[in-house]
C-alpha cells in the first residue's frame, strides 16, 4: 500500500468508526431536570447535562423510559448504561451502583419532602404512607419509622390516596403537581430527605464507562456547561461543580 494511502486511511479511520450506542435511562418526568411526555425525547437539566455529555464523548445515547424502581436492578444488571432521575448520592445507592461526584449540591436549607392528605384532619404519620420504591423519601420514611407502603409510579400512589385505600402519600412536590386530580390533595407538612448532592448513576458492570462518565462531567464541569445548565432550568448555578467530589458522601 502506498505509504500515502496509509497515512489517509489512518486519520479518516477514526472518523469512520460507529460511535458507540449507550442506553440512558429516566422514570417520571422531574421538571426542571427530566422533562418527557412519557417517552422520549428528554430535556430538562439532566436531558440537556446528558445530551453534552453523550456529545463530548461521541457516544450515541438512546433514551428509555421505564419505573423507578426498576432502574437501579437494570443498572445492576447491565441492561441499562446510564441513569438520571434527579438521583440523590447515597453510600447505599453508590454501594449498588457507581454514582459519580455530585453535580449539584443539595439545597442549603436541606431537600425535603411533603406529605400529601385527601383528609386535612389526618396526621399523616399516624398510619400507612404511599411512597415511590427506591427513593430518598422511602429511605426517609424508613429512617422515622414511618409505615411505608411503596409504589412502582407516583400516580399509583397517588390514585391509592385519592381512592381512599392508603391515608397519605410522600414524596416530590413536582410528582403531586402533574397528577390529574391534584385539587382534591392537600399539603400536610414536610420531613427532610438526605444526600450528597444530585447524581449521575452508571452501571456497575462497566467500571471504564463509569470512569469516562467522571471525566466528561470533570469537563463539563471545568469549561462552564454545567454552571450554564443549572442557571437556565434552575436559575441558580454552582461555580465549581466538580468542587463536590471532594466533599465527605457517606449518607447511608
Given at each position: 500500500m502506498p505509504r500515502f494511502l496509509a497515512l489517509v486511511l489512518a486519520v479518516i479511520a477514526p472518523l469512520c468508526a460507529k460511535a458507540e450506542t449507550l442506553r440512558l435511562a429516566t422514570s417520571a418526568a422531574y421538571p426542571p431536570m427530566i422533562i418527557h411526555n412519557g417517552a422520549p425525547p428528554v430535556s430538562g437539566l439532566e436531558g440537556d447535562l446528558l445530551a453534552a455529555l453523550c456529545a463530548r464523548a461521541g457516544w450515541d445515547c438512546q433514551w428509555q423510559i421505564m419505573p423507578f424502581d426498576a432502574i437501579f436492578v437494570a443498572?445492576?444488571?447491565?441492561?441499562?448504561?446510564?441513569?438520571?432521575?434527579s438521583l440523590g448520592y447515597t453510600a447505599a445507592?453508590?454501594?449498588?451502583?457507581?454514582?459519580?461526584?455530585?453535580?449539584?449540591?443539595?439545597?442549603?436549607?436541606?431537600?425535603?419532602?411533603?406529605?400529601?392528605?385527601?383528609?386535612?384532619?389526618?396526621?399523616?404519620?399516624s398510619g400507612p404512607i404511599a411512597v415511590l420504591r427506591e427513593t430518598l423519601h422511602a429511605t426517609a420514611l424508613a429512617r422515622a419509622g414511618l409505615e411505608a407502603r411503596p409504589f412502582?409510579?407516583?400516580?399509583?400512589?397517588?390514585?391509592?390516596?385519592?381512592?381512599?385505600?392508603?391515608?397519605?402519600?410522600?414524596?416530590?412536590?413536582?410528582?403531586v403537581e402533574s397528577y390529574p386530580d391534584r385539587g382534591l390533595l392537600a399539603a400536610s407538612g414536610a420531613m427532610a430527605i438526605e444526600s450528597g448532592g444530585t447524581s449521575i448513576a452508571v452501571t456497575p458492570l462497566r467500571p471504564d464507562l463509569a470512569a469516562e462518565v467522571d471525566a466528561q462531567l470533570a469537563n463539563l464541569s471545568r469549561d462552564g456547561t454545567i454552571t450554564r445548565l443549572t442557571t437556565l432550568w434552575t436559575g441558580t448555578g454552582v461555580d465549581d461543580p466538580i468542587a463536590l467530589c471532594d466533599?465527605?458522601?457517606?449518607i447511608s
Open positions: 443498572l445492576e444488571a447491565g441492561e441499562i448504561d446510564i441513569a438520571a432521575n445507592r453508590a454501594a449498588r451502583v457507581h454514582m459519580t461526584c455530585p453535580y449539584r449540591p443539595s439545597s442549603s436549607d436541606g431537600a425535603q419532602g411533603t406529605f400529601y392528605v385527601l383528609d386535612p384532619s389526618h396526621d399523616p404519620r412502582s409510579d407516583d400516580h399509583t400512589a397517588l390514585d391509592a390516596v385519592v381512592a381512599g385505600d392508603i391515608p397519605a402519600y410522600f414524596g416530590a412536590d413536582p410528582a466533599i465527605g458522601l457517606p
